[in-house]
């Protein structure tokens, strides 16, 4: 009885520590599509556009920096993982093309960025994969 009281609160404190180390996953994980949203108007502004856009775009990259940083600074990485092996364990593969002078399951393109957390996946990269 004395043993499985020791387990008991051994998985408990185990608990309680994932729960505490990963406190705010669920705030991470909806702030993401807006830094989405962040790139793809920054995007925008390799397409010589006017200068008043171009202006509000520089903007949107000063905010986009601060949370980026913001979120490297709680352990948010985004996935390095264009031209790297296909891993079904942080991709999930939307697309498969033939690409000509790639190797076969090698990642092509990324059509969303995968994040992980303190070393824990929370959100799955959407790629293109090679056949």
Same mark, same amino acid.
């Given at each position: 009885?004395?043993?499985?009281?020791?387990?008991m609160?051994?998985?408990?404190?185990?608990e309680k $520590?994932?729960?505490l180390? #990963?406190?705010?996953e669920?705030?991470?994980?909806?702030l993401?599509?807006?830094?989405?949203?962040?790139?793809?108007?920054? $995007?925008?502004?390799?397409?010589?556009?006017?200068?008043?856009v171009s202006k509000?775009?520089?903007?949107?990259?000063?905010i986009?920096?601060?949370? $980026?940083?913001t979120?490297?600074? #709680?352990?948010?990485?985004?996935m390095?993982?264009?031209?790297?092996?296909?891993?079904p364990n942080?991709?999930n593969?939307?697309?498969?093309?033939?690409?000509v002078?790639?190797?076969?399951?090698?990642?092509?393109d990324?059509l969303?960025?995968? #994040?992980?957390?303190?070393?824990k996946v929370?959100? #799955?990269?959407?790629v293109?994969? $090679?056949?």
């Amino acid at each position: 009885t004395s043993a499985e009281m020791q387990n008991m609160k051994r998985r408990m404190e185990e608990e309680k $520590s994932n729960l505490l180390k #990963y406190d705010g996953e669920e705030l991470i994980k909806k702030l993401l599509p807006i830094v989405d949203n962040f790139e793809r108007a920054i $995007s925008m502004d390799d397409a010589n556009l006017e200068d008043e856009v171009s202006k509000f775009l520089n903007g949107f990259k000063m905010i986009y920096g601060n949370l $980026s940083d913001t979120l490297q600074g #709680y352990e948010v990485i985004a996935m390095d993982i264009l031209g790297k092996p296909f891993d079904p364990n942080t991709m999930n593969a939307v697309l498969v093309e033939e690409a000509v002078g790639v190797e076969p399951n090698m990642v092509i393109d990324v059509l969303q960025k995968g #994040y992980t957390y303190k070393g824990k996946v929370i959100r #799955y990269a959407m790629v293109k994969v $090679s056949k």
